[in-house]
């Protein structure tokens, strides 16, 4: 199995402020189709998890364009460039080239 | 409005059976895989196994392999997760997602959840 793992755990943001969330993997999620799956959801206290980001740096609809993503290979960040208070919750980073598809731990993000 | 719409939360006790529901709505059910989420209470997500409504194909994570049944009736656009004999470790909040290959086959839509409980 691919293990997705994330660091931090937790952060804590002041509002307006930027943040990152790393995630590698062990192994590369490049394919042989040129598309590297990886994703980003975000699991709003309450919710279900949503997702933000697909193909390491697409933003799904909706989604603000103070979300990026990037990386390549193994190596992944996601960045928040200005927090806001909505964006609390837990963030995941998923793997969907091999099966079984695998998430990484969860980072916890609070607001200061 | 593309949807996926669970059964409700449900109190069992151990040893008995379940099957909880998820359906889809606004979109063509046998076009795109579903897959369920396990999350255990205060715990991450985890990925138990995707069906293919369209010709049943089913994968499963070897974590609940043999633990569950995933199954799918076309007909009503209904994906199921299912349990012979539950255990209180089954206890958790269960999702089903849709698997969207115009999103790089990301869980694009996700249903509410169903609360499963399991206590004597």
Request: include cysteine; glycine fraction near 10%; charged fraction near 15%.
């Given at each position: 199995d691919i293990v997705m793992t994330q660091t931090p755990l937790s952060l804590s943001v002041t509002p307006g402020q930027p943040a990152s969330i790393s995630c590698k993997s062990s192994?590369?999620?490049?394919?042989?189709?040129?598309k590297t799956y990886l994703y980003w959801y975000l699991q709003k206290p309450g919710q279900s998890p949503q997702l933000l980001i697909y193909e390491v740096s697409s933003r799904f609809s909706g989604v603000p364009d103070r979300f990026s993503g990037s990386g390549s290979g193994t190596d992944f960040t996601l960045k928040i460039s200005r927090v806001e208070a909505e964006d609390v919750g837990v963030y995941y980073c998923m793997q969907g080239i091999h099966l079984p598809i695998t998430f990484g731990q969860g980072t916890r993000l609070e607001i200061k | 409005e593309v949807q996926l719409v669970q059964s409700g939360a449900e109190v069992k006790k151990p040893g008995e059976s379940l099957k909880i529901s998820c359906k889809g709505s606004g979109y063509?059910?046998?076009?795109?895989?579903?897959?369920?989420?396990?999350?255990?209470?205060?715990?991450?997500?985890?990925?138990?196994g995707i069906i293919y409504p369209g010709d049943s194909d089913t994968r499963y994570s070897p974590s609940f392999q043999g633990q569950v049944t995933i199954s799918a009736d076309k007909s009503i656009s209904t994906a199921y997760l299912q349990w012979s004999s539950l255990k209180?470790?089954?206890?958790?909040?269960?999702y089903c997602a849709r698997r969207n290959h115009d999103y790089g086959d990301a869980f694009d839509i996700w249903g509410q959840g169903t609360m499963v409980t399991v206590s004597s």
């Amino acid at each position: 199995d691919i293990v997705m793992t994330q660091t931090p755990l937790s952060l804590s943001v002041t509002p307006g402020q930027p943040a990152s969330i790393s995630c590698k993997s062990s192994q590369s999620l490049l394919h042989s189709d040129g598309k590297t799956y990886l994703y980003w959801y975000l699991q709003k206290p309450g919710q279900s998890p949503q997702l933000l980001i697909y193909e390491v740096s697409s933003r799904f609809s909706g989604v603000p364009d103070r979300f990026s993503g990037s990386g390549s290979g193994t190596d992944f960040t996601l960045k928040i460039s200005r927090v806001e208070a909505e964006d609390v919750g837990v963030y995941y980073c998923m793997q969907g080239i091999h099966l079984p598809i695998t998430f990484g731990q969860g980072t916890r993000l609070e607001i200061k | 409005e593309v949807q996926l719409v669970q059964s409700g939360a449900e109190v069992k006790k151990p040893g008995e059976s379940l099957k909880i529901s998820c359906k889809g709505s606004g979109y063509s059910f046998t076009s795109y895989w579903i897959g369920w989420v396990r999350q255990m209470p205060g715990k991450g997500l985890e990925w138990m196994g995707i069906i293919y409504p369209g010709d049943s194909d089913t994968r499963y994570s070897p974590s609940f392999q043999g633990q569950v049944t995933i199954s799918a009736d076309k007909s009503i656009s209904t994906a199921y997760l299912q349990w012979s004999s539950l255990k209180a470790s089954d206890t958790a909040m269960y999702y089903c997602a849709r698997r969207n290959h115009d999103y790089g086959d990301a869980f694009d839509i996700w249903g509410q959840g169903t609360m499963v409980t399991v206590s004597s």
